[in-house]
């Protein structure tokens, strides 16, 4: 330790990130870092955008109307108010759609879900792990398999390798709590994460004096909670230090690029999602901001709020991916716990339905511009294949070049295959 | 059936079901099914319910022993459950067929026994249409198309008279009336006797030597956060240890219950768990506490409180107990029906809104409607006010019923999209309106009484897991005949107690904390792999298991540790107002008409961030602000171990132990060193230091749990 000490006064006033991080490792021994840390990390940035395969969630909470959306009815009487445009691929979407109808050479829509979970908490469930809910385990979000996959091998990667972005998602489940979700607000505003107030000095003192405690705890025979807690503290203090924070701030984006999203709360967002996706993090999921829930006036609600929010935002997001070449490496999948009745109710609302449903996916070397599955003209049942979620992240994990026969092991040792065995989805893959 | 027997007979029998089984499962479930006539019919019970369970799930058995024109499929058919070419239904066979071969592999092996035992079995199986019972061939190849392979499994009906069929799967569930004859579950002492007793014989039963007895000082913080919500002040802590009386333990018990912290804790904890802990519902969330508060401080019954969390009416500001349904009875009071089911009978119903519950074949789509029809008069009416101060009209959220003898009944979709009615009824007894009771008051007659066991077995199962860390079910809000208990004769004595004292919350809480097992050390024996529900195994209770501190403690705990006196963290108003401030980073209420919400006080990253940065922390390591840091700082006569002593004491309610003391010292001389080095001071190198070293017990991972 005394070494150790002399060798610091040295060093601190000069210190550079790398070797302030080597002393975070909790009472660790530490060796001396690379002194141009920072520039090899903007180096590793510029590497991460050409090849690092990522995916952007956007999640339609409350369970969209997908029958208004992307897969409309006319002529039935479950129809509803919108009429059908043409897009740049080979099918029609909503009247209320048109920028995102421009993109979608570049996007799909699988119009063959058939879920059977249609309450909100077993949907969340279900759509977002590809298992129904079971008392015995607890599933990880397919974010926290792609961040347990993917972020761990990312070693430049400092910030969360899932982040949240406006709350949501669901638990890391067996996969701990490292692979949890980094819950951020919609404005990118990280609490108590500054760094105003202390040094880095300080921290690292404060951290050395916690490595002497936590080394008593650890050895103590009450296990894992002290490595648990040792990584979920490296892991926030990599976060407090690290100039890969700037990603969360959607603000710093000119004018013209949160024109191109629309200039809203949505579009913001999803400028931060991409700003992530560029430093490296592998999961970054978006609550849309309003509910989908709508059991009472559906038409007028998409029409004057969800929609046009929706359609400028991701439209916004295909286009810029595609200027940066992000788009091939990056995958969009859009959705929410499951679609809504065919049949309209007595207060114009559609209820919950699970039968048959649409979901919005591209990106990341997909196919795009195609219609996957088919339901009957009154949008009640699928008349072609039809796809579970484990599907479609079968889909994704394909993308993401994940293999599909990853298995993972539950706390009680219980192996279970990533995505409930689901399958690639042919159309898109081909 | 011993325990453990059936929870090992369980995991395997799921290891077969979901095709992960090995050849040593094999043999040894195979081993435990011949070795006990009761253990057969367990396993094929379990395995009945299974087939049931995929049968439902691939669309009613459609297409597979019924034959193809089966009316779902034809024109007439209004709405079609499931798609037609779903990969369900091709799966849905092979599990059914890997299930019914199961069953055959052992039928094969025991149907010798079979024929020569005591006829246990009225009738034996009777097996159709099979074309190959061999279970390898017909797991192992995974062919989806094999649906000529369908069996069907008739298994003898369960006949009542039958005596060995209380002790299948739903025993437990429904604990026997007069289990325990013997014991005088209203004598204290015979209580706690007898819950001793029940734990000491499995132990005995299992060869687990039970952990030794807690310190002192880990059960004196124990106790705190367990019943006062948070941790014992320095000066708390050292009292107990001074105490020489062979009572003390029993003495802080009841002092704790009789205090206002203990009230206040609680009724912050039923808070949470009936409206939870987001501001975001159009409640008074302080009224209702306020209620819970004054019900815990005098220990009302607790039928009483249900009662009347159920029956009251007016408006959130004015009647506590009426924001719990204010709260809950959106959406056709769905949620409402849920969450009474889930919270004080610790049942799950909210899945049985739409289907038959899937595994509790009796718990049909009615029970919930049934339930709900009961809602059905009541209202939330928003009503504009003048305030008398102001002159403002203020909108008001009233509950209120709509009382008539015309009777509104509950109605549903069956999941084939037919339209059903329900008609308010529970425990067994249809109730039918009259003009001046409204049809919930009826309902929490029934409810809250012993006409309701559950109501008993659910308070006790709760109240078991908030001071143990484990309930006697997996999880404790999931109780049913599918759920195994892990002590089902002692949850039937505890109810019984509960029942016999008048649902007396504190003397219940009493017996718990006084029994041996509560005594214990968190640190396990050698033989603790038998112990370990933290790895999903049955929770024995022969050591204390570590329970994470709740978002309520840890603000408590943190407030303690800056040296803010207690009484000021029992205040209404503002003390009130900054806690529900600072909970709100950590929830979010979901948008959507089951009023769940979400955490990030999981030990996330957001978590962790919080005790690093957050404001607690920094006041509680803030000379100027943190009393208990300035006394020990400040104190010229205090020497370097003296400090140290004092500031592990404050956090972690315990001294260090020598190599502790040894290694903490060495780190804080360094950094005062490394301090004085940079031209600081001396005396504030010392005090800056300190200030680390209190930083990092606060931070530690022992600080954060209770053991």
Redesign the interface.
């Known amino acids: 330790?005394?070494q150790q000490?002399r060798k610091?006064?040295t060093t601190h006033a000069g210190m550079t990130r790398r070797h302030f991080m080597n002393h975070l490792a909790l009472g660790g021994a530490s060796t001396l870092g690379a002194a141009h840390f920072l520039s090899t990390l903007e180096a590793n940035a510029a590497q991460v955008q050409k090849n690092q395969k990522s995916c952007i969630l956007v999640w339609l909470?409350?369970g969209a109307p997908t029958i208004d959306m992307w897969d409309l009815k006319p002529g039935s009487k479950n129809g509803g108010e919108f009429q059908p445009i043409s897009t740049r691929g080979d099918f029609e979407i909503c009247e209320h759609l048109p920028e995102i109808a421009k993109e979608m050479d570049s996007m799909s829509v699988v119009r063959?879900l058939?879920t059977?979970e249609?309450?909100?908490?077993?949907g969340r469930y279900y759509m977002h792990t590809s298992f129904v809910p079971n008392?015995?385990v607890v599933h990880p979000t397919f974010g926290s398999v792609v961040s347990y996959e993917l972020g761990s091998k990312r070693k430049e990667l400092e910030i969360?390798s899932f982040v949240s972005i406006g709350?949501?998602?669901m638990?890391p489940g067996f996969l701990g709590?490292t692979h949890?979700p980094?819950?951020v607000d919609r404005r990118g505003q990280?609490?108590?994460?500054?760094m105003d107030?202390?040094d880095q000095q300080?921290?690292r003192?404060?951290l050395?004096?916690?490595g002497?405690?936590?080394?008593?705890?650890i050895r103590?025979?009450?296990g894992d909670?002290?490595q648990?807690?040792k990584d979920?503290?490296t892991?926030?203090?990599n976060?407090?230090t690290s100039e890969q924070m700037r990603a969360f701030k959607a603000d710093d984006e000119p004018a013209e690029v949160r024109e191109m999203y629309g200039s809203h709360e949505f579009g913001n967002t999803l400028i931060m999602a991409r700003r992530l996706v560029q430093t490296g993090v592998p999961f970054v999921e978006v609550q849309f901001p309003g509910?989908w829930?709508l059991?009472n006036d559906v038409f007028n609600t998409l029409r004057t709020q969800r929609l046009p929010m929706l359609d400028t935002g991701l439209a916004g997001l295909v286009r810029d991916l595609k200027q940066r070449g992000m788009l091939d490496d990056t995958c969009i999948v859009v959705m929410g716990e499951f679609g809504r009745t065919p049949r309209i109710n007595q207060n114009v609302g559609r209820d919950h339905w699970a039968?048959?449903w649409s979901a919005l996916i591209g990106g990341g070397g997909l196919a795009g511009g195609r219609a996957i599955g088919e339901t009957d003209a009154d949008g009640?049942?699928?008349?072609?294949?039809?796809y579970?979620p484990g599907d479609l992240w079968a889909t994704v994990a394909h993308a993401l070049r994940i293999p599909l026969d990853t298995v993972h092991t539950s706390?009680?040792g219980?192996?279970m295959k990533i995505v409930n065995g689901g399958q690639p989805i042919q159309g898109l893959i081909g | 059936m011993r325990t453990h027997t059936r929870h090992e007979l369980l995991k395997l029998t799921e290891a077969v079901i979901e095709d992960y089984a090995t050849q040593e499962d094999y043999a040894r479930l195979e081993a435990i099914v011949l070795s006990d006539p009761e253990c057969l019919e367990f396993y094929l019970k379990h395995l009945e319910l299974h087939g049931n369970l995929y049968w439902d799930a691939a669309g009613r058995g459609h297409s597979l022993s019924i034959p193809e024109s089966d009316g779902m499929e034809t024109e007439s058919s209004p709405k079609a459950v499931f798609p037609q070419k779903d990969r369900r239904r091709a799966w849905a066979p092979r599990r059914i067929s890997t299930i019914a071969a199961s069953v055959l592999t052992l039928l094969a092996v025991t149907g010798i026994w079979l024929r020569i035992s005591d006829n246990r079995l009225a009738d034996p199986p009777v097996l159709v249409e099979t074309d190959d019972p061999r279970l390898e061939e017909t797991t192992s190849n995974g062919n989806d198309s094999s649906e000529d392979s369908i069996v069907e499994v008739h298994l003898p009906e369960r006949s009542p008279s039958q005596p060995q069929d209380e002790t299948l799967v739903n025993n437990s569930h429904q604990p026997q009336d007069q289990p325990q004859a013997e014991v005088n579950f209203t004598d204290d002492q015979a209580v706690v006797e007898f819950i001793n007793h029940q734990l000491a014989s499995t132990w005995n039963d299992l060869g687990i030597d039970p952990a030794p007895q807690a310190s002192d000082e880990d059960w004196v913080r124990r106790i705190f956060v367990d019943l006062a919500g948070r941790i014992p002040t320095p000066a708390e802590v050292k009292s107990f240890l001074s105490n020489s009386s062979p009572d003390k333990r029993t003495d802080l018990v009841d002092s704790l219950l009789a205090s206002r912290e203990f009230s206040y804790n609680f009724a912050s904890v039923w808070t949470n768990l009936l409206v939870g802990r987001s501001r975001e519902r159009e409640i008074d969330r302080e009224e209702l506490f306020a209620y819970l508060e004054r019900q815990f401080g005098e220990n009302r019954a607790w039928t009483q409180t249900v009662h009347e969390l159920l029956t009251a009416t007016g408006s959130a500001e004015e009647s506590g107990p009426a924001n719990y349904l204010l709260a809950h009875l959106n959406n056709e009071a769905v949620p409402a029906t849920a969450i009474t089911a889930r919270i004080f009978l610790c049942e799950q119903l909210q899945c049985t809104q739409c289907h038959r519950h899937p595994i509790v074949s009796e718990w049909g789509q009615n029970r919930f409607w049934e339930i709900n029809a009961f809602f059905q008069q009541t209202e939330v009416r928003n009503t504009l006010i003048t305030d008398q101060k102001s002159g403002e009209k203020i909108r008001k959220r009233v509950l209120t019923d709509e009382i008539s003898p015309e009777v509104e009944p509950a109605y549903y979709e069956s999941l084939q999209g037919v339209m059903q009615v329900a008609y308010p009824r529970f425990a067994g007894e249809d109730v039918t309106p009259e003009e001046s009771v409204s049809l919930r008051a009826r309902f929490a007659n029934l409810f809250a009484s012993e006409q309701n066991p559950q109501l008993a077995v659910a308070f006790v199962n709760r109240t078991w897991q908030q001071l143990f860390g484990f309930a006697f079910t997996q999880e404790v809000d999931d109780m049913g005949p599918h759920s195994d208990v892990s002590h089902p004769e002692l949850l039937s004595g505890l109810r019984q107690a509960f029942e016999e004292t008048g649902y007396d919350v504190r003397r219940l809480m009493r017996w718990i904390c006084l029994s041996d097992a509560y005594q214990l050390s968190s640190t396990a024996s050698e033989d603790s792999n038998l112990d370990e529900p933290e790895a999903g195994g049955i929770p024995y209770f022969s050591r204390m298991y570590t329970k994470p501190f709740s978002a309520e403690q840890l603000f408590n705990s943190l407030m303690i540790a800056a040296g803010v006196p207690s009484e000021e963290l029992t205040s209404r108003g503002d003390a009130f107002e900054k806690r529900e401030n600072w909970l709100q980073q950590f929830f979010i209420a979901m948008d959507n008409e089951e009023n769940s919400e979400s955490t990030t006080f999981d030990g996330s990253i957001t978590h962790t961030l919080m005790m690093i940065n957050g404001d607690l922390v920094q006041q509680a390591t803030d000379l100027n602000q943190s009393r208990v840091l300035r006394d020990i700082v400040v104190d010229p006569k205090k020497s370097e171990t003296d400090r140290i002593n004092e500031l592990c004491l404050a956090a972690l309610s315990r001294y260090p132990t020598e190599p502790e003391l040894e290694a903490i010292r060495k780190t804080l001389r360094n950094q005062i060193r490394l301090r004085t080095s940079q031209n600081i001071p001396a005396k504030v190198a010392v005090g800056e230091s300190l200030r680390d070293l209190y930083w990092a017990f606060l931070n530690s991972s022992e600080f954060s749990v209770n053991r």
């Open positions: 330790m005394s000490t610091d006064r909470q409350g063959s058939s059977r249609a309450d909100h908490e077993r008392p015995t969360p709350g949501g998602s638990s709590m949890a980094f819950v990280i609490q108590n994460a500054g107030g202390m300080r921290l003192q404060r050395q004096m916690l002497t405690i936590e080394d008593g705890f103590s025979e009450r909670i002290g648990a807690h979920v503290y892991k926030a203090v976060l407090m509910g829930d059991h039968t048959s009640l049942r699928v008349i072609s294949e039809s579970l706390k009680r219980r192996p």
